[in-house]
């Protein structure tokens, strides 16, 4: 069975055993920063609630987070907070989730106010929206928490019910919950992640596959078909069955998935030498999960990219922020460039992945593009390319999530 949780407001969660417990292992995550979040606002820009958008974005930056209007771009409040966090979209329109070195703190972007509410977590890391629900993992101990995704809206300020699955062994996976609450999560030990498994509603396993070394993200696309990255290709789940797709490159990696739930063609971004220095890369993987096809593009000379540049958008096209200051609109089925839009100046990739660097984020039509060199965002209309808006912030900004729902 799972076990359910109740907390009231202002609570932080503490999570009780469930009976059943994922055959869920691999590496460790990574270290969080020990520092005490600070967790108050510090200041207001100018732009007043009244005149706000209901869109918001949230973005983080050295020892804080700016929640900006959607629309404008001016900052609508600031909170002091520890000195790298990462940002997650809830799902529910309103919510972000911080990761802290307490857990995933809550941050309400319509009142806005950075909340006490927090999510416990050792080392809090991937968090996936998908079929009504979201579900976070805990890399420190490998559990799954997960929530319905409109309940902590409606929560009036408490956390709302959730289901733990605890984990077997700690390391840096993920999980995800399908519409008929089968359960997916990486499997693995403290030698190396090696793929993943499949339990269904009643807690019983119902598939594994340990063919997938160094497993890393999930994505989502047509007929939820759902599909993750290996060091040598992708491993891909549907109907109650794994399959591996094989790279053509004995080292291969994919580490992430950029889908539309309503096209079964995916976007990976792609590594093919594991030597290489820094987080720059210059191939994308093209997969077809209803042909079951993997093959690998180059992108033209001097355009490099990284994990955080890539979104799929209008007409189910991917865009990538390459390293030219340019949005390039690609065909997922070809990987043919149809459009550039130039946006920011170039860049250089970062020396550590966690280093502020451009990226961007999407909501609808509009990509939200981040220029750590100028202190900048910009608001970019994916189908003509227009910058709409351009807002300024008090330091280079890292990390975003849009309030999507």
Not at 29 to 39: L, S
Request: hydrophobic share 40%; proline share 4%; with cysteine.
């Amino acid at each position: 069975m799972r076990t359910r949780h109740t907390r009231g407001a202002g609570a932080v969660a503490m999570f009780a055993i469930a009976a059943l417990l994922a055959t869920a292992c691999g590496n460790g995550g990574g270290d969080t920063d020990d520092a005490e979040a600070q967790n108050t606002a510090t200041t207001t820009s100018a732009a007043s609630e009244a005149g706000s958008s209901e869109n918001r974005l949230a973005v983080a930056y050295e020892n804080g987070i700016a929640v900006l209007d959607g629309e404008t771009l001016e900052v609508i409040e600031e909170f002091e907070t520890e000195e790298f966090t990462r940002l997650n979209a809830f799902g529910d329109g309103q919510t972000v989730l911080v990761t802290t070195s307490d857990g995933f703190q809550v941050l309400d972007t319509s009142v806005p106010e950075l909340t006490d509410l927090v999510i416990e977590a050792e080392t809090p890391a991937h968090v996936v929206r998908h079929a009504g629900k979201t579900v976070l993992y805990d890399d420190g101990t490998s559990d799954t928490f997960i929530f319905d995704t409109a309940a902590l809206a409606d929560s009036g300020g408490e956390l709302p019910e959730f289901e733990t699955i605890p984990g077997d062994q700690a390391h840096h996976g993920v999980s995800i919950v399908l519409t008929d609450g089968t359960f997916l999560t990486t499997i693995g030990d403290d030698e190396g992640r090696t793929g993943a498994r499949a339990v269904d509603a009643d807690g019983e396993e119902i598939a594994r596959n340990e063919e997938c070394p160094a497993i890393h993200g999930e994505g989502t696309a047509a007929d939820e078909t759902v599909i993750f990255g290996c060091e040598d290709g992708a491993l891909i789940y549907q109907d109650g069955e794994f399959e591996k797709l094989a790279a053509a490159d004995e080292y291969g990696r994919m580490g992430n998935a950029y889908v539309s739930e309503d096209s079964p063609l995916v976007v990976g971004d792609y590594k093919d030498d594991p030597d290489a220095e820094g987080v720059l890369l210059t191939k994308i993987a093209l997969i077809d999960t209803d042909a079951r096809t993997h093959e690998v593009v180059d992108l033209p000379e001097g355009v490099g990219y990284t994990w955080r540049g890539v979104v799929r958008g209008p007409n189910d096209m991917a865009y990538l922020l390459g390293t030219d200051g340019s949005i390039h609109v690609v065909d997922p089925a070809t990987g043919e460039i149809s459009e550039n839009y130039e946006v920011i100046g170039s860049w250089e990739g970062p020396a550590e992945w966690q280093d502020p660097h451009p990226g961007l984020v999407i909501l609808g039509d509009i990509a939200y593009v981040s220029e750590p060199a100028k202190n900048a965002v910009h608001a970019v209309d994916l189908t003509t390319g227009e910058i709409v808006a351009t807002g300024e912030l008090p330091a280079a900004p890292n990390e975003m999530a849009v309030a999507l729902g």
